[in-house]
């Protein structure tokens, strides 16, 4: 059984190129001007032994990496995460907003990479539990648009995972699609090929609500 958790625990998820993450950090500076207790961290990653997974996994020369092993990888990386930060942070009672989790590895190794969405989700259920997030905030962005902006963004180091083709990404889309559908209950999806300022307005708008209910 898992133990009881008290914070909100929030996830944000997207194609690359949607830009989740910048707008979660503007998230996350907004709640913490108005006294929110917030975490912010991300996946894979957040944490020493999550981030050193992150570069095996990310690392472009490992061309060879087998898909099982990616899949058991992303969730060896959230498992350590979740234990050493992000369950810690729910039980102290924090708002946890974290860039991907689960939903990332449903859509891109489940359903992109072929692995299969249930077998996905088992390995994971097992990495973490029952435990799942109580909104998830999709940023809704065609693939050809987010590779576009992540070409734009030089500044962007480039993963392996961005060198797949249009297809894989399109494969992506199509599995976020399906893994919202599953999911209804904390979903809310976001039109982000609007301007920075009018997504970071409906998230917020959003956030606010859903944070209401967990005013301590
Ligand atoms: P990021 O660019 O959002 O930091 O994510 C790194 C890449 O890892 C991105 O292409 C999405 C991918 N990814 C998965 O394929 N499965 C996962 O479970 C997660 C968390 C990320």
Redesign the pocket.
Known sequence: MAAKKAGCFITVEGA?GSG??TVISLLYDYLHDRGWNVLLT????GIEIAEKI?TI??NPEHTQMDKRT??LL??A??SQHFAERVLPALQAGKVVLC???????????GY??GLGIDEVYAI?RFAVGDYMPDLTLFFDVRPEVGLARINANKGREI????L?DIRFHQQ?QEGYRLVRERFPERFVTIDAEQSLEQVFEVARTILEERLQEFRI
């Open positions: 690359d989740k993450s991300r996946e894979p990653g992150r996994i990310l990616e899949a992303y969730a990386a959230r860039d991907r989790f689960i939903d990332s590895s449903l859509a891109y190794q992109a990479r994971n993963n392996r995972l961005d797949e992506v």
